[in-house]
């Protein structure tokens, strides 16, 4: 390997080491809107005020359990504000009467960690999933699934924006699937339900079950995500003739499991050495960029480095497999081997 590129490529990833920049998607909120009637110079200030506010809103929403949403919205403008890493105005358009600004902004991983940290709240680093969703309507006695059954019918075309973490799957009209139905009617919340689950390479699956005659805990949810079994079942006034409201409800209820099982606690965050060997000239500037663009490291920093490898010692919040699928999203493979993490670029 040329020795005064090397030499080069070291200088670069030590002095870029440390903090890490923020660069990530969970923190972008795109696409904010505001209008105004007032397009007077004096008024843009405040316009823009309406957007920050309005982005932090969406930006907390996304990525806070229901619980916690309440309290953090009642966040002032200028804390808001100091959030703020950048914006872009996406376009703006004026006549005599009204003014509209579509925004993107960018809010900064290192202050939103200080912000949450301060306030003792965890959120949700919830990635992009897909689900297999089996809705069961239940009715004096009898159960729907494919015909007469408005959730299997109106699913996929109702939806807010907050649905955005779960591409929901429907399952293909089989009458084994009917059978199945048939035969555990009584007992659909305890069984097991990989016959209906298996026939689909859909590592993540939903039963969902609706009995609207029933007084309490008319809606029973059983999941079966990221490896883990969820259930929950709770109680909403249905109304038939705006199925609408009912369906945006239990999916967020299904959000918020989802949530759940991503959350990331500032406070204690984790520590993990690193060895990543050397094998082309760019490899360290290639790990810098993906160090950077991981969204869960708070930092990073080199042990050792010389021509052959180097060791990284990375900080950073969740659990290790998220760390680990995040590699693989960046292209870096990441290995345990007798012990000792390494990293291989892909």
Do not use: C
């Not at 069961?136 to 649905?163: A, T």
């Not at 918020?256 to 490899?283: A, Y």
């Not at 990375?314 to 960046?330: A, D, V, W």
């Amino acid at each position: 390997m040329n020795k005064f590129l090397l030499t080069f490529f070291i200088i670069v990833f030590l002095f870029k080491t440390g903090n890490v920049i923020s660069n990530s998607d969970i923190f972008d909120v795109d696409n904010i809107t505001v209008t105004s009637n007032d397009i007077s110079t004096q008024n843009r200030e405040k316009l823009l005020n309406s957007a920050f506010k309005k982005g932090f809103q969406k930006l907390i929403k996304k990525i806070l359990l229901n619980k916690d949403v309440e309290n953090i919205l009642k966040t002032n403008i200028k804390e808001i504000k100091y959030l703020v890493s950048s914006y872009q105005i996406h376009s703006q358009e004026q006549n005599d009467n009204l003014r509209k600004l579509i925004i993107n902004m960018s809010f900064d991983k290192k202050r939103i960690n200080s912000f949450f940290y301060k306030k003792n709240i965890s959120y949700s680093d919830t990635p992009k999933t897909k689900a297999l969703l089996i809705p069961v309507v239940i009715k004096n006695d009898s159960f729907y699934l494919y015909s007469k059954n408005i959730y299997f019918e109106k699913w996929n075309i109702i939806s807010e924006e907050e649905d955005e973490f779960i591409d929901y799957i429907l399952p293909i009209e089989n009458i084994e699937d009917v059978m199945f139905l048939r035969n555990n009617i009584n007992n659909l919340a305890t069984a097991d339900i990989k016959n209906l689950t298996s026939k689909y390479d859909i590592e993540n699956h939903i039963l969902l079950l609706i009995e609207p005659e029933k007084k309490n805990n008319n809606i029973f949810i059983k999941t079966f995500l990221s490896d883990k079994n969820i259930n929950k079942n709770f109680n909403i006034i249905i109304d038939e003739k705006n199925i609408e409201k009912t369906i945006i409800k239990i999916k967020d209820e299904i959000n918020e499991i989802w949530k759940s099982q991503n959350l990331i606690d500032v406070r204690t965050p984790s520590f993990l050495n690193i060895k990543v060997e050397i094998k082309k000239i760019n490899d360290l500037l290639s790990l810098q960029k993906s160090l950077e663009k991981i969204d869960i490291i708070e930092n990073f920093s080199v042990v050792e480095l010389n021509n052959e490898y180097a060791n990284v010692k990375i900080k950073y919040f969740g659990k290790i497999e998220k760390l680990k699928r995040k590699f693989i999203l960046k292209g870096v493979k990441m290995k345990n081997i007798n012990n000792q993490w390494s990293l291989e670029l892909i």
